[in-house]
């Protein structure tokens, strides 16, 4: 028989043996894996305004067409621009901010917990002769973290066009948000409301015909997906809400 | 020692065949040993997910079989299934970045899927069952069996999840537009698992009323 010796040498071995193979391999892998989420993020900014691209070319039609990547503080004031590859204010790239640190920082400002003032990225995109601002959405869905990103146009009220992705919603319930069947559904909806407060968009459940809501501020949810689309509703009102001093601002509005 | 010992088996004997196409009709771990179902109706919904899951469970069941049947002969019997655990984990550790960094379209779409191959009873079952007991090559080519039985079923079932439940092939509509002005809908119900077992009972059925030597006597 195996003496406890033995075992406990054998357990030893194995599992230092494999931890060394598994940490070899996400070495070696890392900067694939990066480059891969990096050209995810692109093409995502870019699809929300309706540019479509493949990872190859991802890169070159970011350049091409996102113009200024601005920086925002909670007052709405710009506290960094880059453009044409260099800084115009500031020291700080909209593409590297971690919304999910920005919107807890926020989360624990409000709270009165820290003194960090969030900040928030916002994507200047020239579409043929069109203005277009894009947003980073970041939120809960049910089974983890949902994100996108939502395009308006130079008025700063009517929808472009939005993205949606998540980590693991259930496929053909939640999941379904990523689609182009849900996500169409928003383009031409307002988020500020003909008083001119922000009243962001809502998912409804059950359908906007049949509730009280704006059709202007609302799109029908996904049956089975509640819980997901929830998500997306707070996350596009947590999100936007940041930018609305930002756009008064800019007296668009 | 007589000359019979010293010739080596072929690579595909008839016993070598039997353990690699067994599984897929016969031997079928989720409609004859019922294995697995778990995970069927999890990635069945869609049938690109669904062939991706059956790939790697494929690959981690062929690898992690031969793995442990290379070291069948060191392993304490007291820590056996810990070893297992260990070995599985690690290549389901291995897909899953493996995916990320090549097809990460793929990986996404599988997302949690991917480590819930670790929890596949399949894999462990085949483990514990055959590659603690047999030479490396049979070991192989019995996790590459069973891996492709356990894919058909999936894919299969995917396949009528898909078309019936969102009237899509890979995502491409293929239910024609004038059969849904006619009134034809989608069925919702196919989309959830319920359905999933109920299509793997009726897989079960069509099998054994065609394989008739399947059906247990009592």
Redesign the interface.
Known sequence: MYSNGYIFRYASILVILVAAILSATTLLLQPAQERNVRIEKIQDILASAHIASTPANAQALYEKHIIREIVINNQGEEIAVFGNGNFEKGDLRAFNIVLKTELKKKELAMAGKTAENPVFPLFVCQKDSETIYIIPLYGRGLWGPVWGNIALKSDFNTVEGVTFDHKGETPGLGAEIAYAPFKNQFNNKTIFNAQGQFSSIQVVKGGVFNSNINPMHGVDAISGGTITCNGVSSMLKDCLENYVLYFKNQNAI | MSAENLEREPLFSAKNKKLLLGPINKDNPITIQVLGICSALA?T??LE?AVVMAISVTVVIAVSNLVISLLRN??????RI??QL??IA?LV??VD??L???V?DVS?QL??FVGLIITNCIIMGRLEAFAMANKPWPSLLDGIGNGIGYGIILIIIAFFRELL??GTIWGIHVIPKFLYDFGYVNN?MM??PPMALITVGIIIWVQRSRNRELIEKN
């Open positions: 990635v919904v869609k997910p060191t392993i304490p019997p007291r820590i810990i070893v260990v070995v690690a550790i291995l970045q493996f990320k960094a090549y990460y996404k997302s949690v439940g969102s919702g989309i959830l």
